[in-house]
């Protein structure tokens, strides 16, 4: 059972930069894939990146690529988003997910969901 807590949302200008966490609990973190996926205001939830248990295992979507980086610390049990150079259409809820074997851009891979942080870019 892995419990998951999304920290670091908040309101920043176009341009900026943001930095979300993901707080796991459970000794088995360091085998978890984890992931981060938003759902903005009326559209579906999507993928945004992903990470197994080395670093040099990630994935992000087209629209962050350049932009966003995934990572781990496990000894901190802990995920990251460090999110830069955010448009408006960043703006969304953004949740971390894992799941002890699954891995990749599809929501219905992961078993584990935190409540989600807010992120709002304004122009």
């Known amino acids: 059972q892995v419990q998951l807590v999304e920290s670091g949302g908040g309101l920043v200008q176009a341009g900026g930069s943001l930095r979300l966490s993901c707080a796991a609990s459970?000794?088995?973190?360091?085998?978890?894939?984890m992931g981060w996926f938003r759902q903005a205001a009326g559209k579906e939830r999507e993928f945004v990146a992903a990470i197994r248990w080395t670093v040099g295992h990630t994935i992000y979507a087209d629209s962050v690529k350049g932009r966003f980086t995934i990572s781990r610390d496990n000894a901190k049990n802990t995920l990251y988003l460090q999110m830069n150079s955010l448009k408006p259409g960043d703006t969304a809820v953004y949740y971390c997910a894992a799941d002890p074997n699954g891995f990749g851009p599809l929501t219905q891979t992961y078993t584990y969901w935190g409540q989600g942080t807010q992120v709002t870019v304004s122009s």
């Open positions: 459970g000794r088995t973190f360091s085998t978890y894939r």
